[in-house]
């Protein structure tokens, strides 16, 4: 009975204390779940101390409960919350160790699973794993929160590598139920014929259910989650495990299934839906750049020390600069800012096309004043001089000469002022500006990473033109313009794609390929038109 007060007097301590997230629950349903916790592992103590012909004493039990409440509540935490917790448990139970479950097996297949999916070990990261393996036993639908490019696909897929190394067989469906219309998802009843047809995830649903109990089933939604899906899955998410279309069908759900979701917040979600699920944080706190851009680095070909020696002279100095600075043109996670400042420097050569590289990569996203500040910051940082002082964005490392140089107004011969009054495409100057845009995001679309980009800018400026030139210069590349508008959708998307490509079966299922070229570039044109959802 001590014990339980106790229990009640963290909750209570901890809804009024720590900070007001939305994907926080402080509620029965979270207590009964800590509770259920202690009773597992308190069987467990029980087991090993009858082996041993010994009796639990009440500071066993106290120290079961403390490690049972970190357990289900750590993963939830923001990086700030988690160390109040912490003291706050120790003002409660004083005197008691902490000490998570340990996974040893577990925990040695999980970093040999990050080499085999080519990733870096980080600490952070195998606990993530170790914390939503220990939801998934104890909840049937557990959600991974975070920011974009914070780790949530890389913490299940890696969870269910190690799974496997161990021999223990995870299929997982994956799914992103915003791509869709909710009776595409759920399906629906012909209103007619009152003939049933299922959707994506029923369908799975009906397929995870015939599979044999040894073998585990994920079913991964991956996209933001809003009520008017989410709120169908409530008699799934808690004890019942029952899921009922709307033809009355149920579908009973085994203990080898789980439902994951992903989503960068839970800000639609409503009380009920959160108190049903398991949550595990990712913030950018968690985030190692050093351990991305150590994985970056083993992903390139060849040998590259004087890139790795660049990168860590200046790289950091130059994204913390940034990430101060925070004048974005398009708001981004810190791992997008990191990313977008290594996509230029895969193939440079020498210190000057990195300063080059590194002032696009890290300035591209930036207010053209900030940019040239950056610019000129970046050229301080490398000891580099650039060619006109005044004009550093300007600046371009030639390769035929091996040294910087300014971009200078290029007028073709053949140019005449009947190509600028006819009616046709008008053809492209290359002044300074025109051909540091074009250098801006031609390496994105020559390289073989095949780098998605967004070209921003107001009205009038030039970027189709831009655009057209770069695909003139592309062999074998068919271009499929998607003209967006407030109707658009992802069912617009899927038939223009239905259209100009063919499908293939394959040893991993069906794909799609372009039937009359080896390579196809969708161009959304007006991205900002499409309506914002509802939620």
Known sequence: RAIGRKLVA?????????????????????????LKGCGSLLSQERAAAQESNQKIDPFTELRVVVQALRLNTLSKLTFADSRHFDSLVRDVFPGVPFRDVEYVELETALREACGELNLVVIESQIRKALELHEQLRQRMGVVIVGPSGSGKSAVWRLLRTALNRRGQAVKDYTMNPKAMPRTQLLGHIDVDTREWTDGVL?????????EPPEVHSWIVCDGDIDPEWIESLNSVLDDNRLLTMPSGERIQFGPNINFLFESHDLSCA???????????????EDTDIKALISAWLKSLPGDHTHLEGWLEDHFYRALDWVIKAGDFVVDTTLVGVAMNG????????????????????????????????????????????PPDQRRPLD??????????STYQLQI?????????????????????????????????????SRHP????????????????????QLRSAQVAVIHCSAQTAASHIQQKLT????????????????RDCERLIVYLKDLNLPRPDKW
Not at 270 to 284: E, V
Request: contains cysteine.
């Open 202 to 210: 029923t369908s799975s649903a009906r397929q995870v259910v015939k």
């Open 270 to 284: 409503s009380p009920a839906t959160i108190s049903r699920m398991g949550m595990i944080f990712l913030s950018d």
């Open 342 to 385: 290594l996509s230029h420097l895969a193939d440079v050569s020498c210190k000057a096309e990195f300063a080059c590289a590194l002032m696009r990569g890290l300035g591209g996203n930036l207010g053209p004043q900030t940019r040239e500040k950056f610019a000129k910051e970046v050229f301080h940082w490398t000891h580099e001089t």
């Open 499 to 514: 259209q100009i490509c063919m499908v293939i079966s394959t040893n991993t299922g069906r794909v799609y390929r372009p």
């Open 453 to 472: 980009f967004i070209v921003v800018g107001p009205e009038g400026c030039g970027k189709e033109l831009l655009l057209r030139h770069g695909f003139d």
């Open 10 to 34: 963290v909750f209570s301590l901890a809804s009024e204390l720590l900070s007001p997230q939305q994907h926080y629950d402080w509620g029965l349903r979270a207590l009964k779940t800590v």
């Open 412 to 448: 073709p011969d053949d140019l005449t002022v009947s190509d600028l009054c006819g009616g046709g495409p008008l053809p492209v100057v290359l002044t300074p500006d025109v051909q540091r845009g074009l250098d801006m995001f031609l390496p994105w679309l020559w390289s073989s």
């Open 395 to 404: 600046t371009y490392y030639d390769r035929d000469t091996g040294r910087l």
